[in-house]
């Protein structure tokens, strides 16, 4: 191989290839080494030799075994660096990485600088070894003033990619450490200024913030992460970053365009629901242009569709008035201008300065007055961090039982006056389905909210919460029934809408008003499954600024613990919920197929590949001619690989085609080889999957498709079979 070659900057490096375990002739021996399995099964789950170079520099050649790495390949035609930014000095270089689990990530990809380098990843199916190809490949030979991260995960973990989360247990083990020094050495120095921010609000609890610590240590360079201080959607990418970042600036704007990111953290949730079935639509398309294409176009799209700037302009002043007119709607004012108007200056953070010039009419207006003032109170000190998560944690109370108060006053109340003026609307039974467990949250949580508006009026130094939130710990049976109920109360809510036009009518008049906050019923029940999450990150915070010998301490750790739990506890059911899905969605892809829904059974990775049929084996590997006969789709499990034809088909007037899946064949990983094809002048890209009774040889559209799926062939590979 010529010198040029060795030495091309596009490249997979030795400790890319060693972690795959694809290097020459050792493989099979390693594994059998490693895993004490059977003779059989040994033979049956071994790779190819794929030869790396043995330096660090002389990491030119490409996942194929020749060529160097183009910047682009042909077909897609685009190199993003360099059209959709302009020339930048290293020293002013930066990178983000975006996570395809991220709600709306197409709108976040949208709001990336000109001058970043945005890089969207599989959240399923990508490895540790596959996102620094990728980073290396984008960056081109040249190191990052700082990279981005923005993955999914809480104060207390990343998530970064389905079977990797960076947390305080594993952020020490050696794969998370080599990733962490692989991306530091992408990044300047840190005299140069060089950091990584992640996106997660680490620095909202001690465990994040020793996270951070460590990385820093493993990387050398500084890592920087949001206090986490709002709550509610992506909002804490906007509060204080910890430590403070070298460069001057918030680090979100440094990447990201200011007015796009902040519509992107309030409404990522509202977006992602929306994005749905513009990606189904979109892509059909867009199926041909890579990733990091595709997704800025379709969120281009979404954030032209909607007026954003009016929305940001008007959001505080639409969700003040909301608020406003709730509260004047729930009692009689002889006054209702001045209600509103106390109101409003309840929102306004000059009104001490003007509260002077106040003209007051009589009536009900001094008593809201009076309680504005006694609100006063419990501002504190406003350099006290402790002081400032306890009064977030009432706030964030008394928004959520306002919300369930729409459920109880809006919805249940005139269902339930219906039934007793002989015009029932709804069977007394179905009222009981629907409403009788939000209601009984209702009352678990007004009672949490006035125990924590009395310790917060005599709010100081050593007042104590986290008894106030172990007692409340103690009722979630109430929210249990709930969960155990919520499929048969959605189900009961879509049964009585079709069935009864009375109930039909009912729920048009009243969802999405403003007394509901523009929300459905459907939408205000969701609630209840968000807000433990945001009692552990306030805890969390609220703990992190709490001293070591607080008498409340104590109390904070069994509060985190029993929250934490019961938030695992519904991320479990929305886990198990989501891969019934997804699995139901597969299953009836692919026709044909027999039965794939299994308790322990998830989706990794979806490809689609080329079936091409093998030369003469008697002729040279590097003469070998291959053709193309027909389209796969491989569906990757953690325990098989399922192997449908893909049919393409066109209808008359339209430019899109529509796809179908047949099933061809089921693989256990156990018993599953695979094999590397080399490229060649005749073949790119290509590979060979073996089974027991038959071979497959495929490839793939680009060398990166190829490098990411052998990764997460491997990594499923090894973790099927070190569980036999």
């Known amino acids: 191989m010529t010198s040029s070659r060795r030495y091309s900057p596009h490249s997979v490096k030795r400790?890319?290839?060693?972690?795959?375990?694809?290097?020459?002739?050792?493989?099979?021996?390693?594994?059998?080494?490693?895993?004490?399995?059977?003779?059989?099964?040994?033979?049956?789950?071994?790779?190819?030799?794929?030869?790396?170079?043995?330096?660090?520099c002389a990491n030119k050649q490409n996942a194929a075994g020749s060529n160097n790495y183009p910047t682009m390949t042909t077909g897609q035609g685009l190199n993003l660096r360099h059209q959709c930014a302009p020339p930048c000095s290293s020293d002013q270089l930066r990178l983000v990485l975006i996570s395809s689990h991220i709600p709306a990530y197409e709108?976040?990809?949208?709001?990336?600088?000109?001058?970043?380098?945005?890089?969207?990843?599989?959240?399923?199916?990508?490895?540790?070894?596959?996102?620094?190809?990728?980073?290396?490949?984008?960056?081109?030979?040249?190191?990052?003033?700082?990279?981005?991260?923005?993955?999914?995960?809480?104060?207390?973990q990343i998530h970064l990619m389905q079977s990797i989360r960076i947390c305080s247990q594993s952020v020490l083990s050696s794969d998370i450490r080599n990733f962490w020094e692989k991306l530091g050495s992408?990044?300047?120095?840190?005299?140069?200024?060089?950091?990584?921010?992640?996106?997660?609000?680490?620095?909202?609890?001690?465990?994040?913030?020793?996270?951070?610590?460590?990385?820093?240590?493993?990387?050398?360079?500084?890592?920087?992460?949001?206090?986490?201080?709002?709550?509610?959607?992506?909002?804490?990418?906007?509060?204080?970053?910890?430590?403070?970042?070298?460069?001057?600036?918030?680090?979100?704007?440094?990447?990201?365009?200011d007015i796009k990111l902040q519509a992107w953290c309030r409404l990522a949730g509202v977006m992602e629901?929306?994005?749905?079935?513009?990606?189904?639509?979109?892509?059909?398309?867009?199926?041909?242009?890579?990733?990091?294409?595709?997704?800025?176009?379709?969120?281009?799209?979404?954030?032209?569709?909607?007026?954003?700037?009016?929305?940001?302009?008007?959001?505080?002043?639409?969700?003040?008035?909301?608020?406003?007119?709730?509260?004047?709607?729930?009692?009689?004012?002889?006054?209702?201008?001045?209600?509103?108007?106390?109101?409003?200056?309840?929102?306004?953070?000059?009104?001490?300065?003007?509260?002077?010039?106040?003209?007051i009419s009589e009536g009900n207006t001094d008593d809201a007055l009076s309680a504005f003032l006694k609100d006063k109170k419990l501002q504190g000190d406003p350099g006290d961090k402790r002081s400032k998560f306890a009064r977030e944690i009432l706030t964030s109370e008394r928004q959520y039982v306002q919300i369930l108060e729409i459920v109880r006053d809006v919805y249940a109340a005139p269902l339930k006056a219906a039934l007793s003026s002989n015009r029932a609307i709804l069977?007394?039974?179905?009222?009981?389905?629907?409403?009788?467990?939000?209601?009984?949250?209702?009352?678990?949580?007004?009672?949490?909210?006035?125990?924590?508006?009395?310790?917060?009026?005599?709010?100081?130094?050593?007042?104590?919460?986290?008894?106030?939130?172990?007692?409340?710990?103690?009722?979630?049976?109430?929210?249990?029934n709930f969960f155990n109920n919520y499929t048969v109360i959605l189900k009961t809510i879509d049964k009585c809408r079709e069935a009864m036009p009375t109930f039909r009518a009912f729920l048009r008049r009243h969802d999405q008003t403003v007394l509901t906050k523009m929300m459905s019923l459907q939408e205000l029940l969701l609630f209840p499954s968000t807000r433990f999450?945001?009692?552990?990150?306030?805890?969390?915070?609220?703990?992190?600024?709490?001293?070591?010998?607080?008498?409340?301490?104590?109390?904070?750790?069994?509060?985190?613990?029993?929250?934490?739990?019961?938030?695992?506890?519904?991320?479990?059911?929305?886990?198990?919920?989501?891969?019934?899905?997804?699995?139901?969605?597969?299953?009836?892809?692919?026709?044909?197929?027999?039965?794939?829904?299994?308790?322990?059974?998830?989706l990794i990775k979806i490809q689609d590949v080329a079936l091409l049929r093998g030369g003469n084996e008697d002729i040279?590997?590097?003469?070998?001619?291959?053709?193309?006969?027909?389209?796969?789709?491989?569906?990757?499990?953690?325990?098989?690989?399922?192997?449908?034809?893909?049919?393409?088909?066109?209808?008359?007037?339209?430019?899109?085609?529509?796809?179908?899946?047949?099933?061809?064949?089921?693989?256990?990983?156990?018993?599953?080889?695979v094999e590397d094809i080399p490229d060649t002048k005749y073949v790119k890209n290509a590979f060979s999957l073996q089974g027991p009774k038959r071979q497959w040889i495929c490839s793939t559209t680009t060398e990166d498709d190829k490098f990411t799926w052998l990764s997460a062939c491997q990594s499923a590979i090894h973790a099927s079979i070190g569980k036999r």
């Open 273 to 359: 629901e929306a994005l749905h079935a513009v990606r189904k639509q979109m892509k059909k398309y867009l199926s041909d242009l890579q990733r990091n294409v595709s997704g800025r176009i379709i969120g281009q799209f979404m954030y032209d569709s909607i007026p954003m700037v009016k929305v940001l302009t008007n959001y505080e002043v639409g969700e003040a008035l909301t608020e406003a007119l709730v509260e004047l709607g729930k009692e009689k004012n002889d006054h209702p201008l001045e209600f509103l108007s106390v109101c409003l200056l309840k929102k306004c953070s000059k009104y001490k300065q003007i509260r002077h010039q106040l003209l």
């Open 533 to 602: 999450e945001e009692y552990v990150n306030l805890l969390y915070a609220l703990r992190l600024h709490t001293p070591p010998e607080h008498s409340d301490r104590k109390d904070l750790n069994s509060a985190i613990l029993q929250l934490k739990q019961y938030k695992d506890y519904i991320g479990q059911l929305k886990a198990s919920l989501e891969k019934d899905t997804e699995l139901t969605s597969i299953q009836k892809m692919i026709q044909g197929c027999p039965n794939i829904i299994e308790a322990n059974r998830h």
């Open 186 to 257: 992408c990044v300047q120095a840190e005299n140069n200024g060089g950091h990584i921010d992640i996106f997660v609000p680490l620095a909202s609890s001690e465990c994040g913030m020793e996270i951070l610590g460590h990385l820093s240590q493993i990387a050398g360079i500084p890592f920087c992460s949001p206090t986490g201080i709002a709550t509610g959607s992506f909002n804490h990418i906007l509060s204080e970053w910890l430590p403070a970042p070298p460069s001057s600036g918030s680090p979100p704007f440094s990447y990201f365009i």
């Open 620 to 673: 040279s590997a590097s003469l070998r001619i291959y053709e193309q006969i027909s389209d796969l789709r491989l569906f990757l499990f953690n325990d098989a690989l399922v192997i449908s034809s893909r049919h393409i088909f066109y209808t008359p007037f339209k430019r899109t085609s529509d796809t179908s899946c047949q099933f061809m064949a089921s693989v256990s990983l156990s018993r599953l080889l």
């Open 107 to 156: 709108v976040l990809l949208d709001s990336v600088k000109p001058t970043v380098i945005p890089v969207v990843y599989d959240y399923n199916g990508m490895t540790p070894e596959g996102l620094l190809f990728c980073v290396e490949k984008a960056l081109d030979g040249h190191t990052a003033q700082s990279i981005g991260l923005v993955a999914d995960g809480d104060s207390q």
């Open 427 to 480: 069977s007394i039974a179905n009222v009981q389905i629907i409403f009788s467990d939000i209601l009984d949250i209702l009352q678990v949580n007004k009672q949490l909210l006035d125990e924590l508006t009395e310790r917060l009026q005599e709010w100081g130094p050593a007042q104590c919460l986290g008894d106030v939130l172990v007692k409340f710990a103690s009722r979630l049976k109430t929210y249990t």
């Open 15 to 56: 400790w890319q290839l060693e972690s795959l375990g694809l290097h020459g002739g050792q493989t099979e021996m390693a594994i059998r080494d490693s895993i004490n399995l059977d003779q059989t099964v040994s033979s049956q789950t071994r790779f190819s030799a794929w030869t790396p170079k043995g330096s660090k």
